[in-house]
Nanobody, 128 residues
Framework: QLQLVESGGGLVQPGGSLRLSCATSGFNLDYYAIGWFRQAPGKEREGVSCISRSAGSTYYADSVKGRFTISRDNAKNTVYLQMNSLKPEDTAIYYC?????????????????????WGQGTQVTVSS
């Protein structure tokens, strides 16, 4: 059974950092692109960052560019989202999702539609 489990969320002060982890199981992560999404109260779920299956391409939403870094360790079946210089507007539930499988590497997307598998989310709260 394909599973994604997020961890690493919590309460942090503005300007602080968190590293989210997306632990996967039940499938070969090598063949999947992974996206991070977030949903704040009363808002739609939005794409934050994604990484292609070969890690050859990464994308970031303009709102997090230069502050967040996505990476993957296929040997550990885990994808990470390093979040620095956090702002109150980063407060949301963060989800990871998987798109694939892909035989060949392709560009990943920040659109929700292509992602068929989702984790349950981890809360990130940025507040003083």
């Amino acid at each position: 059974q394909l599973q994604l489990v997020e961890s690493g969320g919590g309460l942090v002060q503005p300007g602080g950092s968190l590293r989210l982890s997306c632990a996967t199981s039940g499938f070969n992560l090598d063949y999947y692109a992974i996206g991070w999404f977030r949903q704040a109260p009363g808002k739609e779920r939005e794409g934050v960052s994604c990484i292609s299956r070969s890690a050859g391409s990464t994308y970031y939403a303009d709102s997090v560019k230069g502050r967040f870094t996505i990476s993957r360790d296929n040997a550990k079946n885990t994808v990470y989202l390093q979040m620095n210089s956090l702002k109150p507007e980063d407060t949301a539930i963060y989800y990871c999702a998987a798109e694939g499988p892909f035989v060949l590497s392709r560009l990943c997307t920040l659109s929700k539609g292509p992602y068929a598998y989702w984790g349950q989310g981890t809360q990130v709260t940025v507040s003083s």
